[in-house]
Nanobody, 125 residues
Framework: QVQLVESGGGLVQAGDSLRLSCAASGRTFTNYALGWFRQAPGKEREFLAAIRWSDASAVYADSVKGRFTISRDNAKNTVYLQMNSLKPEDTAVYIC??????????????????WGQGTQVTVSS
């Protein structure tokens, strides 16, 4: 079992930056990926970015490429999502997920096995 706990959400203004954290605990593992998703009211869950733990290879959705950066801290088993130039349309619940063991869909946001509870990000105009 894997537990994921997100933190760092909040209320910011358009143009601001925010860094989200996701701490992973439970099983000891190396062959996995951690991803970030978001879900806005009335919309489907959207894949944003993911990082492969073994080599820190990262992928991004086109909607956030160039504004968001995913990174990881091995020692803390934590993944981060640095979000810059935030827009009101970025308002959503941001959710961390783990794909373990890593599969062929990790870079497309598919087949993630474990999910956090999410953290709310609200961007005012």
């Amino acid at each position: 079992q894997v537990q994921l706990v997100e933190s760092g959400g909040g209320l910011v203004q358009a143009g601001d930056s925010l860094r989200l954290s996701c701490a992973a605990s439970g099983r000891t593992f190396t062959n996995y990926a951690l991803g970030w998703f978001r879900q806005a009211p009335g919309k489907e869950r959207e894949f944003l970015a993911a990082i492969r733990w073994s080599d820190a290879s990262a992928v991004y959705a086109d909607s956030v490429k160039g504004r968001f950066t995913i990174s990881r801290d091995n020692a803390k088993n934590t993944v981060y999502l640095q979000m810059n130039s935030l827009k009101p349309e970025d308002t959503a619940v941001y959710i961390c997920a783990a794909d373990h063991p890593i599969g062929t869909g990790w870079a497309r946001g598919l087949y993630y096995d474990y999910w956090g509870q999410g953290t709310q990000v609200t961007v005012s105009s």
